[in-house]
C-alpha cells in the first residue's frame, strides 16, 4: 500500500485540475477556492450506454448490525449538519468563498484521510454499517460512473467549503456488481471492509465506544479481479463472464534492452504464465506478435522511461491499454534476492525459476511478484506447471502479427469480432477453459509431424463408430457449460484463497466446483474398463496419454471425501446460513463452530424460558416474540391501556401508530449475548472454511488434471465437429521440403458464411520446391486473387493445428513459418507511410524468412510510383527466386512486366490469374466482367479497374471519361514504342557491313 507506481492511472486524471506546483499550503488554497466538478468534457468518459440508473436503498440490516450504528461520529457523517447550495443543480461545492478551516474532522474522516495517503492511486469503497461509502474525490468519481447520488460536501481534507466529507454510498449487497463497473473504466479500486461488529467490539474491545477497526481486504482492476465473494445470482452466474470486460486479461511484464527482450505474461483468472525471450529489430516485430495474441491490459516496462518512450508508444497502439507502467531497471543480484525471498518456504521452487531461466525473464518475474502482491495473485507463481512458453521454433509455426491480422485469425477487418475468423470457425467448444486451449491451438500451430499426425488420428479414433463413455462424456460437457462454471478459473480462485487467508471463492461455488469434478469422477469410474480397451485400440498417442491420465486419476475418492463435508441444502438459504449450515458437522466436526452452536442454544433456550415468564407477567399466554427490521425477541403491545401493564425497566425499541415494542432487561442481557456468539459464529465459520479451502487446494494437481482433461477433449470434439462438415479432408502429411497439393480446395470462412458448398468455385494448388515454388498471380480487381492466397494460407494453418481441410485431397508439407504482406494501410501513429508500411514488412519478412516459410505478398509497390514501384517488386521477387532458401511464394501483382520471370525460371515460376469472361454490350465502349473466380494459366494485363468503378456506382460519365483517358493514355504508349523500334531499325543497315552476326541478332531482339 505504498506510493503510486509510475504509470498507474491515479484519481486526479478525471478532474484536470490546473494546480501549482508550489508548497501545500497555495495547493489547498487553490482547492478551496477553484470548483472542484469535473468538466463536462472529462465527465464523457463515464458516459456508458447500460449505466445503472438508480440504487435502491435498503432497509436489511445484517444480524451483526444493530438498527442503529453504534457510532456517533459514523451517523454524523452519514447526515452532514451542513450542506452547500448546489449551483446549476450538480456542483459539488460551488464556487464558494473559502473561510478559515476551523471544523473538526470525524473519526470516521481522519480514518478516510489515513487510508487514502496511502492509496492515492486507487478510488476507496470503505464499509460503513450495512453500506460502502466513496469521500471527497472518491465519490464524485462514483457517483459520475455508477449513476448515483451524490452527497455533496468538501471534495478533499482542504476545501473548507463545507463542514463534512462529499459522499456517496452503496448497498453492501451490491458491491461487486457496481465494483465491475467502476473496473471496466480502467480505475483501480481498494475495498476496505469493517473488521468488527457492533456485539463483538463490545464485548472484546478495550475502547467499547471508539471507531470500528477497518482494513484494506482487497485491491481490483480490470484484469485482477476474479469476482471474489461474489454470490452468483442463480446456477448460471457463478462468476464474472468471460466475455465481460477485463476478465480473462493477461498481464505483461516487458525487459527490453537492445535487440534482447524477454517478456513475461500471467492471467490471474486462470494462474496461465506465458514467457519468452528472443531477439528483436528496432521495430519491435517479434514483440508486437506476442502482444497481439495477449491482448494485455495491464503492461509493466523495466527499465529507464525515456529510453522506453517509442516502446511506451508502441505497446500503446497495440494494445489499446492505458495502464502502461515503468519501472526502474535493479541489478541482476536485486532481482535473484527478490525471488529468493518471495520462495523462502518454497525454495525448490524458487531454484527453479533462478537455474531455468535467464536474467530477463527473472527481472519480468520479480516484478510481477512485487505488482502481483498488492492484489494478493503472486502465488500463482507457486505453480510452476502453469508456466509455459510462448514460442518453440522446435515445436510451433512462426505467426508474425501482420499474419494474424492479414488471415483474420482472431480478429476480422470489418469490425473487429472473431465471427468470420479462423478461430471462429474452429470454435465448437462448449467450455470456458476449452475455449482458452483451443485458442492457443490456433495461436500457435505445430511444427512437428508427429504431434499433427496424433491430432487428425484423435478425429479419426473420436469419430469412429458408436462409443458409449465418449458419448457420456460429451453429454457431461455440455452439461458442464450450461453451469456457467469455469473449472480452472475456480481452482486458482481457491488457491489465491488458501495461500492468502483471502476468500476469493464463495460457497455456491466451491460446492458446485467439487460437485462437477465428482461426476466427471465417477464418470471416468464407471467407464474405466472401457476406457482401457478404448486406450488399446486408439492409434492417436495424444489420445492415449489423455486416457491414460483418465486411468490414473480415476480410482481417486478426494473429491467424493471433500464433497461430504457440506450440506448442498444450506446453499439455496441466505448468506447467514449459508456461513453457519455449510458444513455437515457429522464429517467435518470443527470445535469453533460446535462450541458456539451449543451456546446459541442455550441462549436461546433462555430467552424461551423469558418468554414464559412475560405471558404469566402480562397475563398474555399465547405471546410470542416479534421481529422488525431484523431486530428480533421483541415484544409488541398495542398502544393504548396494554401500555401501562408495561414494567417501566423496559427498553421501547421502536413501534408505530398503533403498537408499541419493548425488551425486557433480561431479554436485551440475553440477546446482546446472542448477538456476540452469532457473531463470534459466523468469525469461526470463516476460520473453518479457510482451513477447508486449503484441504482442497492440497489436491490442485490432481484436480488440475481433471480440468486439463476436459479441456483437452472438448477441443478434440471441436475439431471432430468441424472436421465432419461436408466436403472436408483429411491432409496426407510429408516430412519433405515444403510442399502443397491440393485438389479443388475451397476457402473455409468464405465457404461457411456462404449459403451452400456449391456456390463456391474450387481451386487447385501445386507448388513444390522444383515445381511451381513462385506463382505470380494477375488478373482483374475484385477476381478473387487476395481470397486464393488466404485460402492457400488458412488450409496449411488448419492442417497443422490438426484439422481437417475443405478440399477433396490433400498432401503438405510441414511450414514452419507463413509470412503475409497484405492490404494498403498508413500507420499515422507510428509516423510511417503507407509505402514505408509496405517495405518494412518486406524487410521483416526478407529477415525473417526460412527454407520452410510460405511467403505471400500482395500487390507490392502500389504505395508509390508506378515505375517505382515495378522496380521494387521485380528486385524483392528476383530476390525471393534465387535465394538459398528457395521458399514458397505466392505473389499477386498488377504489373504484367513481372510475367518474365517465368521465361527466365522455367518450371521454377509460373504466371496464373484469376478467370474471367468480357461481356461486350451493345453501345457500351467497355466490357462487363464476369468473374469465374478459378485458377487460370497465365498473365493478364489489364486489371478493368473500370469495371469496379462502375459496380462501385460511380457515375456513368465520370467512368466513361476515365475510359476515354484509358484510350488516349495506350495510343500514346504504343506510339512511342513505335518510334524507339524505328529508330532502332534506321540503324541496321547502317551497321549491317560492319557488325557481326551475333551482334545483329542483338540488335533485332532489343526491337523485338
Not at 481457491?494 to 461455488?509: M, T
Not at 481417486?556 to 471425501?561: L, M, Q, R
Not at 497439393?741 to 458464411?753: N, V
Amino acid at each position: 500500500m505504498g506510493t503510486k507506481s509510475k504509470g498507474q492511472p491515479c484519481i486526479s486524471e478525471f478532474f484536470k485540475k490546473k494546480e501549482t506546483k508550489k508548497d501545500g499550503d497555495q495547493k489547498c488554497q487553490k482547492a478551496s477556492t477553484q470548483n472542484t466538478e469535473p468538466k463536462n468534457h472529462n465527465l464523457k468518459a463515464f458516459e456508458h450506454g447500460s449505466s445503472i440508473q438508480s440504487v435502491k436503498k435498503t432497509s436489511t440490516i445484517p444480524l451483526q448490525e444493530k438498527h442503529k450504528i453504534n457510532d456517533e461520529e459514523e451517523q454524523a457523517q452519514a447526515y452532514p449538519s451542513k450542506r452547500p447550495k448546489q449551483q446549476n443543480g450538480n456542483s459539488v461545492s460551488g464556487n464558494s468563498k473559502s473561510k478559515p478551516d476551523t471544523r473538526k474532522l470525524t473519526p470516521l474522516e481522519k480514518q478516510f484521510l489515513e487510508l487514502k495517503a496511502n492509496n492515492k492511486d486507487k478510488v476507496l469503497a470503505i464499509q460503513v454499517g450495512y453500506k460502502y461509502k466513496f469521500f471527497c474525490e472518491d465519490a464524485v468519481i462514483a457517483s459520475k460512473v455508477l449513476n448515483i447520488v451524490l452527497v455533496p460536501g468538501a471534495n478533499n481534507s482542504c476545501d473548507t467549503s463545507s463542514d463534512r466529507f462529499a459522499y456517496c454510498s452503496i448497498p453492501d449487497n451490491r458491491l461487486h456488481i457496481h465494483l465491475r463497473r467502476l473496473l471496466s473504466y480502467g480505475l483501480k479500486v481498494g475495498v476496505v471492509k469493517q473488521m468488527e461488529t457492533a456485539s463483538i467490539k463490545s464485548v472484546e474491545s478495550d475502547n467499547k465506544s471508539g471507531l470500528f477497526v477497518r482494513e484494506m481486504t482487497g485491491v481490483y482492476t480490470k484484469a485482477t479481479y476474479l469476482g471474489d465473494e461474489d454470490p452468483p445470482r442463480n446456477q448460471n452466474d457463478i462468476s464474472m463472464n468471460e466475455d465481460d470486460e477485463g476478465v480473462g486479461d493477461y498481464i505483461v511484464c516487458i525487459d527490453a534492452s537492445d535487440k534482447k527482450v524477454g517478456i513475461v505474461a500471467v492471467q490471474p483468472a486462470t494462474g496461465d504464465i506465458i514467457y519468452d525471450t528472443f531477439d528483436d529489430d528496432s521495430a519491435r516485430n517479434e514483440l508486437e506478435t506476442r502482444l497481439i495474441f495477449l491482448n494485455p491490459s495491464e503492461i509493466i516496462i523495466i527499465g529507464d522511461e525515456e529510453a522506453n518512450i517509442g516502446l511506451k508508444k508502441m505497446v500503446n497502439i497495440i494494445t489499446k491499454s492505458g495502464n502502461v507502467i515503468s519501472k526502474k531497471r535493479k541489478s541482476e543480484s536485486d532481482y535473484r534476492s527478490s525471488i529468493n525471498t518471495f520462495f523462502s518456504k518454497s525454495e525448490d521452487i524458487g531454484q527453479y525459476y533462478l537455474l531455468k531461466f535467464p536474467s530477463n525473464i527473472l527481472s519480468c518475474i520479480s516484478e510481477l511478484l512485487e505488482y502481483l502482491q498488492e492484489f494478493k495473485l503472486s502465488n500463482m507463481f507457486l505453480i510452476k506447471d502453469n508456466m509455459s512458453s510462448f514460442s518453440n521454433a522446435k515445436k510451433y509455426m512462426h505467426l508474425p502479427g501482420s499474419t494474424l491480422q492479414a488471415l483474420e485469425v482472431f480478429q476480422n477487418s470489418t469490425d473487429y469480432s472473431t465471427k468470420g475468423t479462423l478461430f471462429w470457425l474452429l470454435d465448437y467448444t462448449k467450455t470456458k477453459m476449452g475455449k482458452r486451449l483451443l485458442k492457443k491451438w490456433v495461436a500457435m500451430p505445430l511444427v512437428s509431424r508427429n504431434l499433427i499426425q496424433d491430432r487428425l488420428d484423435a478425429i479419426d479414433d473420436l469419430s469412429r463408430g458408436y462409443n458409449n463413455f465418449i458419448d457420456s462424456l460429451k453429454n457431461k460437457i455440455v452439461k458442464l457449460s450450461r453451469t456457467g462454471l469455469d473449472l480452472e478459473k475456480s481452482l486458482i480462485k481457491v488457491h489465491y484463497s488458501s495461500s492468502h487467508n483471502v476468500s476469493k471463492i464463495d460457497k455456491k461455488e466451491i460446492y458446485l466446483l467439487l460437485l462437477n469434478l465428482d461426476e466427471i469422477s465417477s464418470l471416468f469410474r464407471s467407464f474405466s474398463s472401457q476406457i482401457a480397451l478404448f486406450k488399446d485400440s486408439v492409434t492417436s498417442r495424444l489420445l492415449e496419454d489423455i486416457l491414460q491420465d483418465i486411468l490414473d486419476i480415476s480410482e481417486s475418492t478426494t473429491v467424493e471425501k471433500l464433497l461430504k463435508y457440506i450440506t448442498p441444502s444450506a446453499l439455496d438459504n441466505n448468506q447467514f446460513e449459508q456461513k453457519v449450515y455449510f458444513f455437515n458437522l457429522q464429517n467435518y466436526p470443527d470445535e469453533g463452530i460446535l462450541s458456539e452452536l451449543e451456546k446459541i442454544k442455550d441462549i436461546e433456550k433462555k430467552l424461551d424460558e423469558e418468554l414464559e415468564k412475560i405471558r404469566v407477567q402480562l397475563n398474555r399466554p399465547h405471546l410470542n416474540y416479534v421481529t422488525n427490521l431484523k431486530d428480533a425477541y421483541l415484544i409488541e403491545v398495542r398502544n393504548g391501556k396494554m401500555i401501562n401493564d408495561i414494567p417501566s425497566d423496559w427498553i421501547k425499541i421502536n413501534g408505530t401508530k398503533t403498537v408499541s415494542r419493548f425488551r425486557s432487561p433480561e431479554v436485551t442481557k440475553l440477546y446482546k449475548e446472542l448477538q456476540y456468539h452469532n457473531d463470534t459464529l459466523l468469525r469461526n465459520c470463516d476460520i473453518a472454511y479457510g482451513r477447508f479451502l486449503k484441504e482442497v487446494d492440497e489436491n490442485y494437481a490432481s484436480l488440475k488434471t481433471l480440468s486439463d482433461v476436459i479441456a483437452r477433449f472438448d477441443c478434440l470434439f471441436s475439431l471432430c465437429d468441424l472436421s465432419s462438415s461436408y466436403g472436408y479432408s483429411k491432409p496426407s502429411l510429408t516430412d519433405s521440403f515444403s510442399s502443397i497439393m491440393i485438389e479443388k480446395g475451397r476457402h473455409p470462412i468464405i465457404e461457411k458464411l456462404g449459403s451452400s458448398t456449391q456456390g463456391y468455385i474450387a481451386n487447385d494448388i501445386h507448388m513444390s520446391k522444383d515445381n511451381n515454388r513462385v506463382l505470380i498471380i494477375t488478373g482483374p480487381n475484385m477476381g478473387g486473387k487476395s481470397s486464393y492466397v488466404k485460402q492457400v494460407a488458412l488450409l496449411i494453418l488448419m492442417a497443422q493445428i490438426g484439422c481437417y481441410i475443405p478440399c477433396d485431397k490433400a498432401t503438405i508439407g510441414i511450414f514452419d513459418s507463413i509470412f503475409v504482406r497484405m492490404g494498403a494501410k498508413d500507420d499515422i501513429l507510428r509516423n510511417k507511410s503507407t509505402f514505408m508500411t509496405e517495405l518494412q514488412e518486406c524487410s521483416n519478412i526478407i529477415r525473417s524468412m526460412t527454407s520452410r516459410s510460405l511467403i505471400i505478398l500482395d500487390e507490392l509497390g502500389r504505395g508509390t510510383g508506378t515505375n517505382d514501384g515495378i522496380a521494387i517488386a521485380f528486385s524483392v521477387l528476383n530476390y525471393l527466386i534465387e535465394n538459398p532458401a528457395k521458399p514458397l511464394t505466392l505473389f499477386i501483382t498488377h504489373f504484367p512486366s513481372l510475367h518474365v520471370f517465368e521465361q527466365n525460371y522455367i518450371g521454377i515460376v509460373s504466371n496464373y490469374h484469376m478467370g474471367y469472361v468480357e461481356n461486350y454490350k451493345k453501345d457500351q465502349e467497355f466490357p462487363e466482367i464476369l468473374f469465374l473466380y478459378n485458377l487460370v494459366k497465365g498473365v493478364v494485363s489489364k486489371s478493368y479497374g473500370l469495371n469496379v468503378a462502375n459496380l462501385a456506382g460511380i457515375p456513368n460519365s465520370i467512368v466513361r471519361y476515365a475510359f476515354q483517358k484509358a484510350e488516349d493514355m495506350r495510343k500514346e504508349k504504343e506510339e512511342l514504342n513505335l518510334l524507339k523500334v524505328i529508330s532502332k531499325l534506321k540503324v541496321v543497315p547502317q551497321q549491317a557491313h560492319d557488325e557481326s552476326k551475333a551482334q545483329l541478332e542483338e540488335i533485332f531482339n532489343s526491337i523485338q
